[in-house]
């Protein structure tokens, strides 16, 4: 599966290798595009994910705010809800195309 941004792929990974949490793909670490994301300020908590680590994407020489984010240090319990660890896994905005 494949995740893009105007036609650039940000990140790419065999279907099994993402978890879906809340209707949203979360990819691996290991297939995010090296320089695709920046950390954003932009602060947030989930209830039961915990502290969320907000990403701005740089694809084309164009920078889309807030765009991705992940989990880095999920709450105690929040991996055996999923039913696997997720923790730096990263999920886009609906804005970013994700599929095939």
């Not at 300020?41 to 740089?58: A, E, I, M, N, R």
């Not at 999920?74 to 970013?96: C, I, L, M, Q, S």
């Amino acid at each position: 599966m494949r995740a893009s941004l105007n036609g650039n792929v940000i990140a790419e990974a065999p279907d099994e290798d993402l978890i879906k949490i809340e209707g949203n793909w979360y990819f691996p670490p290991s297939s995010i595009v090296e320089g695709a994301l920046a950390e954003s300020p932009t602060p947030y908590t989930c209830p039961w994910k915990g502290v969320c680590q907000y990403f701005d994407v740089s694809v084309g020489g164009e920078v889309a705010k807030d765009h991705a984010w992940s989990y880095p240090n999920p709450y105690d319990g929040a991996a055996e809800r999923v039913g696997k660890e997720f923790a730096n896994y990263v999920a886009f905005d609906p804005r970013v195309t994700v599929g095939a």
